[in-house]
């Protein structure tokens, strides 16, 4: 995967975090195998993270999910050292944090990481603009400098006109804006979100959360996002990590973890999943049987008669979808002595791959023949069944593809698929 | 009556103590009294030297900017009242002794609040300290007061300055570890020093809080004046002190009064310049 070759922005190496003053009998006790509850009782120490190990990858969206208590907002706190680790590394382009000083500390802090929190931290006393200057404010940067970085920050998370307002003064939405604005004004590497869109409202989260995907794919910061929302964690991460009891249970991409949990855990927690968010068109869809437009109404016939469909998709040499027949127009063009050309059927629902499912009840519900999913040079790579599509949504795994791309099919694929 | 052991001779050793501290500081004491000396009859000298009715009037603009129009007026009907008694030049010996104590206080309290704010160990020993400053009887601290610096305002003003302190300690410490944990992480995240944080962030937050506490330290070293005036401090509390040994209910009244009066108008200024101009619910 693309991926696996980026470069490791952070890596964090076997970090654990005890609570409580017995922190060094504790770690002691966890590499003996001890429980969280039972050092607890035995130390009187809590452990909030355990030997967490991953890393995360330059430019990706890494998200860290689970419940309330589960260690998450310790975690993301290590990475900047707000909470210092007991045990264990962390590394920042290949830096150990851990072992920097109180002045290399600011100096990472300053440069290269953003945090924005989850009931927004904006300071009271301060202007929007004056909150969104702070980073720049504590470094030194002169006034002119600071308010037009500033500005351009502002712009970006769409807040233009309010520089002057107090915080208060604002929706819990626009607060949060100025929190990511605040942070992307140092223009930081790494971009850490504890629950940043937490508070919000179902409707300004999802803005929220379109906006924060159109600012990575615009700017390529490598984005830490920290949530108890699996729907957000899915709809957002490029890979996600599972935690539990201060413990990482899983780290995959969302397909990973929504197809094979690791255990019964992370099973339960993505039982409730709504799979129409989750599961794209390539998932489901099936092979097709196409004819090539040249072979002229006859071969359509005689194949649809074989595989015992009732319509045909009609494709050119190279692949690309022109429409599609039924048995009863190839049959009158049979007798009309008409190219397939002439009854082809054309404004076909077409979507591409990546289509998740709520948004293709409506095409599949109206659709007369089977949906076509196509690739962006309207090449044919596969066809949508209502019987796979409502399969699928009641998570069914065997109408779901494990792997996404299904090779393209020609006539000579004798295979029968269920077509109509 | 028997006793198993002897009684312990606790008052020698403070006697004893106060001596040393006397032999050995005298000069420190005698520099601080002068300071103190100085600065109160500074603040008279400056304060009579302007005629009573412009400075009632001066006073109430002040008051009308800081706070509000009524209490200007209330301070111009107040302060002109007090002309009228006949006690001008007594208020403002009294205001003067506040004057100097409240900024004492201010001066040593503030900064010991923000130490014991970011450190509990000297939080820990700090306020065992001002538990013993506040419950000590106030007449206590003027015996030895009196050793060190002679009778007369000096030892009414340092009397009222560890009387009148503590509030400013513990609402400055309290102001700024309210601060919200968030607003401190928040600050962390973005590489502060702690310098910049205490001065950009949790002062500036703790400021209303800060307010409340130097306005109960105005109010506590009013209340010093009379038990001040019993070591030769000269102001309304001496008259009060001399309506009650004399037993004249009409004085003694009188003069109250008008200390209730002073207490008004200091009150309200300072509570006002506390909650104005913060936060931005106002647009």
């Given at each position: 995967m693309a991926e696996q070759i980026a470069k490791k922005k952070i890596e964090v190496k076997d970090a654990t975090k005890i609570f409580g003053r017995n922190s060094r009998k504790a770690v002691q006790l966890l590499n003996e195998g001890m429980t969280k509850e039972e050092i607890l009782k035995v130390a009187g120490a809590t452990v909030g993270v355990k030997n967490a190990s991953f890393d995360v990858y330059d430019g990706e969206i890494f998200v860290i999910m689970g419940l309330s208590g589960s260690g998450k907002s310790t975690l993301v706190r290590l990475l900047n050292r707000l909470i210092d680790p007991t045990t264990g590394h962390i590394l920042i382009d290949g830096d150990d944090i851990v072992a920097m000083n109180k002045e290399q500390l600011r100096g990472v802090r300053r440069k290269k990481i953003g945090m924005v929190f989850q009931n927004f931290a904006l300071f009271p006393h301060k202007t929007i603009l004056s909150n969104t200057e702070y980073g720049l404010e504590i470094q030194g940067f002169s006034k002119e400098e600071r308010q037009s970085k500033a500005k351009e920050a502002l712009r970006l998370v769409g807040l233009v006109g309010y520089e002057e307002q107090y915080p208060s003064q604002l929706s819990g939405g626009m607060q949060q804006r100025v929190g990511l604005a605040r942070a992307l004004a140092n223009n930081p590497d790494i971009l850490l979100m504890d629950e940043a869109f937490s508070a919000l409202d179902p409707l300004i989260r999802k803005d929220m959360q379109d906006e924060l995907l159109q600012l990575h794919n615009n700017m390529g910061k490598t984005i830490v996002f920290i949530t108890h929302d699996l729907d957000e964690a899915l709809r957002i991460g490029d890979r996600i990590a599972l935690m539990k009891d201060g413990e990482i249970v899983q780290i995959g991409t969302p397909e990973e973890i929504l197809m094979n949990p690791s255990d019964e855990y992370v099973e339960r927690f993505v039982e409730?999943?709504?799979?129409s968010k989750v599961l794209t068109a390539g998932h489901i869809m099936k092979q097709a049987d196409t004819v090539q437009v040249d072979r002229g109404p006859r071969v359509a016939l005689r194949l649809m008669k074989r595989l015992r469909i009732s319509s045909i998709y009609v494709v050119d040499k190279k692949g690309k979808l022109l429409g599609a027949v039924t048995a009863q127009e190839a049959l009158n063009a049979t007798e009309n002595n008409q190219s397939l050309d002439e009854v082809l059927i054309t404004d076909l629902p077409m979507i591409p791959e990546d289509r998740v499912l709520t948004e293709l009840f409506d095409i599949v519900s109206k659709a007369t023949i089977p949906v076509a999913v196509i690739d962006e040079k309207e090449r044919l790579l596969g066809i949508i069944i209502r019987g796979a599509f409502i399969g699928a949504l009641s998570g069914n795994g065997q109408f779901i593809n494990e792997n996404r791309v299904v090779d393209m099919v020609d006539e000579k694929n004798t295979e029968v698929n269920g077509n109509g | 009556m028997d006793k198993l052991l002897p009684r312990i001779p606790f008052s020698k050793w403070i006697d004893n103590g106060v001596d040393w501290l006397i032999d050995n500081f005298g000069s420190v004491f005698d520099g601080v009294a002068l300071v103190l000396k100085t600065m109160v009859e500074g603040f008279v000298d400056a304060l009579a030297f302007v005629p009573s009715i412009l400075l009632a009037i001066i006073f109430a603009i002040i008051a009308w900017l800081i706070s509000t129009r009524k209490i200007g007026i209330f301070t111009l009907i107040g302060f002109l009242f007090i002309d009228y008694l006949g006690f001008w030049y007594d208020m403002l010996q009294m205001l003067s002794l506040v004057l100097t104590s409240v900024v004492f206080a201010i001066v040593i309290g503030i900064p010991i609040g923000i130490w014991g704010s970011q450190k509990a160990t000297v939080r820990n020993i700090i306020i065992p300290i001002l538990d013993l400053m506040q419950t000590m009887p106030a007449f206590v601290y003027l015996i030895p007061a009196i050793f060190f610096f002679n009778i007369g305002v000096v030892p009414g003003v340092v009397a009222s300055v560890i009387f009148a302190m503590p509030p400013t300690i513990r609402l400055t410490m309290l102001g700024i570890e309210q601060v919200p944990k968030d607003l401190i992480e928040a600050t962390e995240a973005f590489g502060s020093t702690s310098w910049q944080r205490l001065s950009k962030i949790q002062i500036p937050l703790a400021k209303p809080t800060i307010m409340a506490g130097i306005n109960q330290s105005i109010m506590l070293s009013l209340s010093m004046v009379v038990i001040a005036s019993m070591v030769g401090a000269p102001g309304l509390g001496e008259k009060v002190y001399r309506a009650v040994t004399q037993l004249k209910t009409g004085v003694g009244v009188e003069v109250g009064v008008a200390i209730v009066i002073v207490a008004i108008i200091l009150d309200r200024i300072t509570q006002h310049a506390g909650s104005k101009k913060q936060g931005g619910t106002n647009s």
């Amino acid at each position: 995967m693309a991926e696996q070759i980026a470069k490791k922005k952070i890596e964090v190496k076997d970090a654990t975090k005890i609570f409580g003053r017995n922190s060094r009998k504790a770690v002691q006790l966890l590499n003996e195998g001890m429980t969280k509850e039972e050092i607890l009782k035995v130390a009187g120490a809590t452990v909030g993270v355990k030997n967490a190990s991953f890393d995360v990858y330059d430019g990706e969206i890494f998200v860290i999910m689970g419940l309330s208590g589960s260690g998450k907002s310790t975690l993301v706190r290590l990475l900047n050292r707000l909470i210092d680790p007991t045990t264990g590394h962390i590394l920042i382009d290949g830096d150990d944090i851990v072992a920097m000083n109180k002045e290399q500390l600011r100096g990472v802090r300053r440069k290269k990481i953003g945090m924005v929190f989850q009931n927004f931290a904006l300071f009271p006393h301060k202007t929007i603009l004056s909150n969104t200057e702070y980073g720049l404010e504590i470094q030194g940067f002169s006034k002119e400098e600071r308010q037009s970085k500033a500005k351009e920050a502002l712009r970006l998370v769409g807040l233009v006109g309010y520089e002057e307002q107090y915080p208060s003064q604002l929706s819990g939405g626009m607060q949060q804006r100025v929190g990511l604005a605040r942070a992307l004004a140092n223009n930081p590497d790494i971009l850490l979100m504890d629950e940043a869109f937490s508070a919000l409202d179902p409707l300004i989260r999802k803005d929220m959360q379109d906006e924060l995907l159109q600012l990575h794919n615009n700017m390529g910061k490598t984005i830490v996002f920290i949530t108890h929302d699996l729907d957000e964690a899915l709809r957002i991460g490029d890979r996600i990590a599972l935690m539990k009891d201060g413990e990482i249970v899983q780290i995959g991409t969302p397909e990973e973890i929504l197809m094979n949990p690791s255990d019964e855990y992370v099973e339960r927690f993505v039982e409730d999943v709504d799979l129409s968010k989750v599961l794209t068109a390539g998932h489901i869809m099936k092979q097709a049987d196409t004819v090539q437009v040249d072979r002229g109404p006859r071969v359509a016939l005689r194949l649809m008669k074989r595989l015992r469909i009732s319509s045909i998709y009609v494709v050119d040499k190279k692949g690309k979808l022109l429409g599609a027949v039924t048995a009863q127009e190839a049959l009158n063009a049979t007798e009309n002595n008409q190219s397939l050309d002439e009854v082809l059927i054309t404004d076909l629902p077409m979507i591409p791959e990546d289509r998740v499912l709520t948004e293709l009840f409506d095409i599949v519900s109206k659709a007369t023949i089977p949906v076509a999913v196509i690739d962006e040079k309207e090449r044919l790579l596969g066809i949508i069944i209502r019987g796979a599509f409502i399969g699928a949504l009641s998570g069914n795994g065997q109408f779901i593809n494990e792997n996404r791309v299904v090779d393209m099919v020609d006539e000579k694929n004798t295979e029968v698929n269920g077509n109509g | 009556m028997d006793k198993l052991l002897p009684r312990i001779p606790f008052s020698k050793w403070i006697d004893n103590g106060v001596d040393w501290l006397i032999d050995n500081f005298g000069s420190v004491f005698d520099g601080v009294a002068l300071v103190l000396k100085t600065m109160v009859e500074g603040f008279v000298d400056a304060l009579a030297f302007v005629p009573s009715i412009l400075l009632a009037i001066i006073f109430a603009i002040i008051a009308w900017l800081i706070s509000t129009r009524k209490i200007g007026i209330f301070t111009l009907i107040g302060f002109l009242f007090i002309d009228y008694l006949g006690f001008w030049y007594d208020m403002l010996q009294m205001l003067s002794l506040v004057l100097t104590s409240v900024v004492f206080a201010i001066v040593i309290g503030i900064p010991i609040g923000i130490w014991g704010s970011q450190k509990a160990t000297v939080r820990n020993i700090i306020i065992p300290i001002l538990d013993l400053m506040q419950t000590m009887p106030a007449f206590v601290y003027l015996i030895p007061a009196i050793f060190f610096f002679n009778i007369g305002v000096v030892p009414g003003v340092v009397a009222s300055v560890i009387f009148a302190m503590p509030p400013t300690i513990r609402l400055t410490m309290l102001g700024i570890e309210q601060v919200p944990k968030d607003l401190i992480e928040a600050t962390e995240a973005f590489g502060s020093t702690s310098w910049q944080r205490l001065s950009k962030i949790q002062i500036p937050l703790a400021k209303p809080t800060i307010m409340a506490g130097i306005n109960q330290s105005i109010m506590l070293s009013l209340s010093m004046v009379v038990i001040a005036s019993m070591v030769g401090a000269p102001g309304l509390g001496e008259k009060v002190y001399r309506a009650v040994t004399q037993l004249k209910t009409g004085v003694g009244v009188e003069v109250g009064v008008a200390i209730v009066i002073v207490a008004i108008i200091l009150d309200r200024i300072t509570q006002h310049a506390g909650s104005k101009k913060q936060g931005g619910t106002n647009s």
